[in-house]
C-alpha cells in the first residue's frame, strides 16, 4: 500500500483524540505485519530508495519515502527499513519494523500530547499502555495463538449470541456447544486471526467481543463500552463509527 506522506498527518488535540488517532495508526501497522505481511514485505523492495512504514489515522498503512520538510511535521518512523529485508530472516525483520513501529507510535503520540498538562498525559499514556504493543500483535500472530472457535472469515460461529441477529463473541467457557476442532484438523488449518476495529488486537477466546451488523468488523466489548449483560439486549449492533456517519448524513 504506497501511498505519500501527505497524508499521514493529523492534528488531534485532546486526551480522547491522540488516542483514537494512535488506535488507528496502531491498527494500519498491525495489519501490515499480519493479515497485509505479504503486500509489505513486496512494497519493501530493497532497491527502491529509503522507505518507511507509516500508520495512517484512518487504519490503514503506507510504504513511502519520508518527507522532505526539515525539520519535518511529525515525527517519522525508521528509514530505510527495506534495505535490510533481504539481509535477514523474514520474522527476524519483521519483528525489528515492528519494535520501530511501536516506538514511532509513542513519539507520534508523545507529539501530540506535548501540551497536555501531567494528568491529561498519565491518562493518555496508561490508555495506551493496555493495548497489547505492535510487536506482540505480530508475535501473537506468528505463534498462532486462540486459533480454536474461529472460522475462515474470523469470526465466532458458536458464541452464545449467534442465534440472534447482533454478531457477540463470548469467551469460549460461555460459547455453548463448541466445535471441537481437535477432531477436525482441516477445518482448522483454514482459520484466520480477527484484529479489534478500535484497538487492533489479537482475538482472544477468553475475551467477549461483538461484530458490528453494518460494517462486519469485531471489536473487543471493553473497547466499545459494551458489556456481556447489555449486548443480549442489542438486536442489531453498530459501532461508533457506523453511529457516527448515519448521524452526518
Known amino acids: 500500500m504506497d501511498m505519500a506522506p501527505a497524508s499521514i498527518s493529523s492534528n488531534p488535540r485532546s486526551v480522547e483524540e491522540i488516542y483514537k488517532d494512535f488506535t488507528a495508526r496502531r491498527g494500519g501497522l498491525v495489519r501490515a505485519l499480519t ?20 500508520g495512517l489515522p484512518n487504519g ?8 522532505e520538510e526539515v525539520p519535518p511535521e511529525m515525527p517519522e518512523p525508521a528509514l530505510g527499513i527495506n534495505f ?3 539481509g535477514m530472516q ?4 519483521l519483528s525489528l519494523v ?6 514511532w507510535l509513542i513519539s507520534v503520540a508523545f507529539f501530540f500530547g506535548a501540551r497536555l498538562n501531567a494528568n491529561d498525559r498519565k491518562r493518555l499514556f496508561s490508555m495506551i499502555s493496555d493495548l497489547p504493543s505492535v510487536f506482540e500483535a505480530f508475535s501473537d500472530r506468528k505463534h498462532g495463538r486462540d ?3 474461529v472460522d475462515s472469515s474470523g469470526k465466532s460461529r458458536h458464541s452464545s449470541k449467534r ?51 453494518i460494517c462486519e468488523r469485531w471489536f473487543h466489548g471493553k473497547c466499545v463500552r ?4 447489555r449486548a443480549e439486549h442489542i438486536k442489531h449492533y453498530k459501532c461508533p463509527d457506523c453511529s457516527s456517519k448515519k448521524m452526518r448524513q
Do not use: M, Q
Open 84 to 86: 535490510a529485508r533481504d
Open 147 to 149: 486459533r480454536s472457535g
Open 98 to 103: 515492528a519494535v520501530h513501529s511501536d516506538s
Open 90 to 93: 523474514r520474522r527476524d525483520w
Open 35 to 54: 493479515s497485509d505481511v505479504d503486500d509489505f514485505y513486496s512494497s519493501c523492495d530493497p532497491d527502491k530508495e529509503n522507505l518507511c512504514l507509516y
Open 60 to 67: 490503514g498503512w503506507a510504504v513511502a519515502p519520508p518527507a
Open 226 to 229: 459494551i458489556t456481556p449483560a
Open 163 to 213: 442465534g440472534s441477529d447482533s454478531h457477540v463473541k463470548s469467551s469460549r467457557a460461555a460459547a455453548p456447544a463448541a466445535k471441537d476442532y481437535d477432531d477436525d484438523d482441516e477445518d482448522d488449518e483454514e482459520h484466520t486471526e480477527t484484529f479489534c476495529g478500535t484497538c487492533g488486537g489479537l482475538y482472544n477466546a477468553n475475551e467477549f467481543w461483538i461484530g458490528c451488523d
